[in-house]
């Protein structure tokens, strides 16, 4: 993946990532290949819908950890059950 200055990712970069590389994954939004877009998916969580928020939660918590990241959202947390 070609990294961005500005660290956007476009088109052609979001379709070349995995699922996995997604919060939501079915429905691949939320992308996270690293940490800044991490922070990215918890600042735009309250954007998520209701019933995919415990989803997203818990894959922003797993990319943190993956990438270093200290999620500090409580609405993140909570969602994810902590």
Partial sequence: MKTHIDDRLYAADRKALPDSAYGLPERREYPMPDAAHVRAAEAYFRYCPEELKPVL????????KE???DV???????????
Avoid: C, D, M, Q
Wanted: glycine letters at 10%; a positive charge; aromatic letters at 10%.
């Fill in 57 to 64: 939660a818990r894959a922003i918590l797993n990319k943190a």
């Fill in 67 to 69: 990438f270093g990241v």
């Fill in 72 to 82: 500090e959202s409580p609405t993140v947390k909570k969602y994810a059950g902590e």
